[in-house]
């Protein structure tokens, strides 16, 4: 079974400086996606970026960038110019590409992010 | 903006009470699940559903059933709410596995 590792309960980062959470997560297979979802205090749970993992190119959207890494099964997050919007919880995730998963995620326990003013 | 509405936000109910939590989505998904979200923030999932008239339960054994009688539709009953109940439940579909889940706003439940 996959596997998703969080290793930083919680991280802080300064108003408009950069954060990078980690997450390795442990697979047989070669067909996956990866997740980074942030669920801000008392609000829906939304996802922040994807990644294929036959695609070598690193996702990014604005200001959230991926640091994928296959060989060594690391699937980072950096934050740049961080705003305090940005606090929230952040879940990693994996999912497995084949038939007969069904599709299901596999989280792993979340960093909590603060930002400071 | 949310396509998938999970009512009622919060509940408080006395113990013994039976309960529905209602998910509803207009993404036209066939899969959906329903996470229980414990107080230190993990995610387990209780159940979930390929698609009309077909659901399993998750790796979490849970009190809980669901039903998936339209597409649309995937609520979850406890039959006789316990303290233990207490918790965060997630309400989340999916398409393809490349776009991850859905998710709705959650029901807060506490059961006194």
């Known amino acids: 079974a996959q596997t998703v590792t969080q290793s930083q309960p919680e991280m802080s980062v300064q108003e408009a400086e950069t954060v990078t959470l980690s997450c390795t997560y442990d697979?047989?297979?070669?067909?996956?996606?990866l997740f980074w979802y942030k669920q801000p205090p008392s609000r829906q749970m939304i996802l922040v970026i994807r990644?294929?993992?036959?695609?070598?190119q690193n996702a990014t959207e604005n200001r959230f960038s991926v640091n994928f890494q296959k060989a060594a099964k690391s699937f980072s997050l950096k934050i740049s110019d961080s705003q305090l919007g940005d606090a929230a919880m952040y879940f990693c995730?994996?999912?497995?590409?084949?038939?007969?998963?069904?599709?299901?995620?596999?989280f792993g326990k979340g960093t909590l992010l603060t930002v400071n003013p | 903006e949310a396509d998938i509405y999970q009512t009622p936000r919060y509940l408080v109910i006395g113990t013994g009470k039976k309960i529905t939590l209602e998910c509803s989505q207009t993404?036209?998904?066939?899969?959906m699940y329903w996470y229980q979200q414990d107080p230190g923030m993990e995610l387990h999932l209780i159940h979930y559903?390929?698609?009309?008239?077909?659901?399993e339960k998750g790796d979490l054994s849970s009190e809980s059933t669901v039903s998936r009688i339209r597409t649309e539709h995937f609520p979850l009953t406890l039959e006789s709410a316990r303290p233990s109940h207490t918790s965060q439940y997630l309400c989340?579909?999916?398409?393809?596995?490349?776009?991850?889940?859905?998710f709705g706003s959650g029901t807060r439940l506490t059961v006194v």
């Open positions: 989340a579909s999916s398409e393809l596995p490349a776009y991850g889940y859905t």
């Open positions: 559903s390929y698609g009309v008239n077909s659901t």
């Open positions: 990644q294929e993992a036959y695609k070598q």
């Open positions: 697979t047989s297979e070669s067909d996956y996606y």
């Open positions: 993404m036209g998904h066939d899969k």
């Open positions: 995730a994996y999912r497995s590409g084949g038939g007969g998963s069904n599709y299901k995620l596999t």
